[in-house]
C-alpha cells in the first residue's frame, strides 16, 4: 500500500468485492481510533496494536458481508472489544485472578481503592439469562458470535433497527438490574453496560 488514500473516493461496492484500495481507506480512517479504543482498555502498547492489527485482519477476511461504512465502524469497534476481553480472560486463567479483567469495569477513580467480586460477576450472568428472548439473542449473537448488525437482522429475520432497539433495550435492562441489587455505583454500571455495546 502506498501513497495516503482519501475517503471520498471510497467505494462499498469495491470493498466488498476486495479492492486493497478501499480497504486501505478504511485502515486509515479507523486504524488510531481503534488502536486507541483497545489501548485505553489494555493499558500496553503492544497488546493494544496486536489486537488492532488482528481487528483489521478478521475484517479483511469478511469485507463482503459489509454495507455501508457504519457497519464498517460498528464491527471494527465490537470486534476490538472482544479481543480486549478475550485478552483479560487469558490473563485471568493464567493469573487465577480476576485483576486484569476488572479494568473494564472501574471508572479512573476507583481503580485504587475498589474491586468489583465474583457476586456481580454472577449476578451479570443472571441478568443475561433473564433479558426477554430477543434481547438475550442479540446480546449472545454479538458478544459470543461477533455477528454484524446486518448478519444479526439477517439470521433472526428482524430489521436491522430492530436489533440496535434489542441492543439498546437490553443496556437498559442490565444497567438497570445491577442498580436494583445496589451491587455498583452508577458510573461503574455506565461502564459494565458500554463493555458490551459500542
Not at 483489521?56 to 470486534?79: D, G, H, P, S
Not at 474491586?115 to 434481547?135: K, N, T, W, Y
Not at 435492562?173 to 453496560?193: F, N
Request: with cysteine; net charge neutral; proline share 1%.
Amino acid at each position: 500500500m502506498s501513497g495516503k488514500t482519501s475517503i471520498h473516493d471510497f467505494s462499498i461496492e469495491r470493498f466488498r468485492e476486495g479492492s486493497l484500495r478501499d480497504f486501505q481507506c478504511v485502515y486509515e480512517l479507523y486504524y488510531e481510533t481503534i488502536y486507541t479504543f483497545a489501548y485505553n482498555l489494555v493499558k500496553k502498547s503492544e497488546e493494544a496494536q496486536d489486537i488492532t492489527t488482528e481487528t483489521f485482519v478478521k475484517l479483511w477476511r469478511l469485507q463482503a458481508n459489509f454495507e455501508n461504512l457504519n457497519n464498517i465502524k460498528a464491527f471494527l469497534y465490537i470486534t476490538s472489544r472482544n479481543a480486549c476481553f478475550d485478552h483479560f480472560r487469558k490473563l485471568q486463567r493464567q493469573r487465577s485472578g480476576q485483576k486484569e479483567i476488572l479494568y473494564l469495569l472501574r471508572s479512573e477513580n476507583e481503580v485504587e481503592n475498589e474491586m468489583i467480586d465474583a457476586e456481580v460477576f454472577g449476578e451479570l450472568s443472571r441478568q443475561i439469562e433473564d433479558l426477554p428472548f430477543s434481547c438475550r439473542r442479540v446480546f449472545e449473537l454479538i458478544y459470543f458470535n461477533n455477528l454484524t448488525t446486518s448478519e444479526i437482522a439477517e439470521k433472526m429475520g428482524i430489521s436491522a433497527q430492530n436489533v440496535l432497539n434489542q441492543k439498546a433495550k437490553a443496556i437498559r435492562i442490565l444497567r438497570s438490574g445491577l442498580l436494583s441489587k445496589a451491587l455498583l455505583p452508577v458510573e461503574m454500571c455506565l461502564l459494565l453496560a458500554f463493555s458490551f455495546f459500542v
